[in-house]
């Protein structure tokens, strides 16, 4: 069985719970959470030398990381990658968005909001606060023009934009000059087998501490 290690609070690890649950694949989840510090124990850079979660072991051992490489892997036999290398680039173009625009905003400000344990300066709380409206003004600037992130259907894409936006009132961004996208978002949670945020899809789950000691 697969063995996805990440926590419910990372959004990265619930696009790839999201997908999986999608697609009806069973695996169980090994609790590890950045804000713990289990992204730098041993035991899980052993595993994952880059220090992130999503990671994900396959069948045979071998473990792949980073959300947008697990939902490609499962996501590309399906109609959620699309055919022909320009449909194929579009989605890519809002996927390199999610990580490198919208992520780095949202998803930090909810950490420092949210996580972080100490007062954030107000000037980067400010520099965050204004990449994430530039990021959700694309978005909606093009959820204006079409149903979907990147085609007229769903994609890879709209599973890698929906956790941090979702969020977005846990960074404390207001989503009601985006009604576009509050409409995006209420059509992806219509989509088959959607899984809500902090719900886990897994079989089971367990502790690293249960995992290292599983393994020695």
């Known amino acids: 069985m697969l063995t996805l290690f990440g926590d ?3 959004g990265n690890v619930h696009k790839v719970q999201l997908l999986l649950h ?19 124990r041993p035991e899980f850079l052993s595993l994952n030398p880059i220090g992130k979660v999503p990671a994900l072991m396959l069948d045979d051992g071998d473990v792949i990381s980073e959300s947008g490489a697990i939902l490609y892997l499962f996501g ?24 490198y625009s919208h992520e780095p905003a949202l998803a930090v400000l909810r950490y420092l ?52 936006t979702r969020w977005a009132d846990e960074a ?21 087998r959607f899984l809500p945020l902090r719900t886990d899809g897994a079989v089971r789950a367990i502790s690293l501490a249960a995992y290292a ?3 020695a």
């Open 213 to 215: 000691a599983e393994r």
């Open 76 to 99: 590309a036999p399906t109609a959620l990658w699309p055919a022909g290398d320009r449909a194929r680039a579009e989605v890519l173009r809002w996927m390199f968005f999610e990580q």
């Open 22 to 40: 999608r697609l009806e694949v069973p695996y169980r989840r090994v609790d590890v959470s950045q804000s713990r510090g289990d992204t730098r």
């Open 113 to 164: 909001r949210r996580f972080a344990g100490r007062p954030a300066a107000p000037d980067r709380l400010q520099e965050l606060a204004a990449a994430a409206a530039r990021a959700l003004r694309a978005m909606e600037t093009q959820l204006r023009a079409q149903p979907w992130i990147a085609r007229d259907c769903p994609t890879l894409a709209d599973y890698a934009l929906y956790p941090y």
């Open 8 to 10: 419910l609070e990372s």
């Open 172 to 192: 404390e961004v207001d989503l009601a000059p985006y009604p576009a996208v509050t409409r995006w978002l209420e059509a992806f949670e219509s989509l088959p």
